[in-house]
């Protein structure tokens, strides 16, 4: 893995790199704040156009409502519905109401 630099790193290599542009009779201006170097009047650039493939289309409406109408005609299977016998616990007493044992019964 290649070891990433530190920004005091990066910046001593901007600053050897200024350098040297201008040991070798490169020249750096400067502008006051807020200068651009396009005309106030001129508009902007208008960006490249693209060229897009145009691709014919197949109208696929006449599909789709088929596969509709076969999912509506489907003969869908009728489920079912069974309720589970669920077990409850009953509590047994004796004739005076003690609690003699627990015992299951379905419901």
Not at 3 to 22: H, M, N, W
Not at 39 to 58: C, G, H
Request: hydrophobic share 30%.
């Amino acid at each position: 893995m290649k070891p990433t630099k530190s920004k005091a790193q990066v910046r001593a290599e901007l600053d050897s790199l200024v350098d040297q542009y201008i040991n070798d009779g490169g020249g750096i201006s400067k502008h006051s704040l807020g200068e651009s170097g396009r005309d106030v009047n001129q508009p902007l650039e208008k960006s490249p156009a693209i060229e897009k493939n145009t691709q014919s289309r197949t109208p696929v409406t006449d599909v789709v409502k088929a596969i509709e109408e076969r999912k509506k005609n489907k003969n869908k299977p009728e489920l079912k519905t069974t309720r589970v016998k669920r077990q409850k616990k009953k509590l047994i007493v004796d004739d005076f109401g003690e609690p003699l044992r627990w015992i299951w019964v379905e419901e």
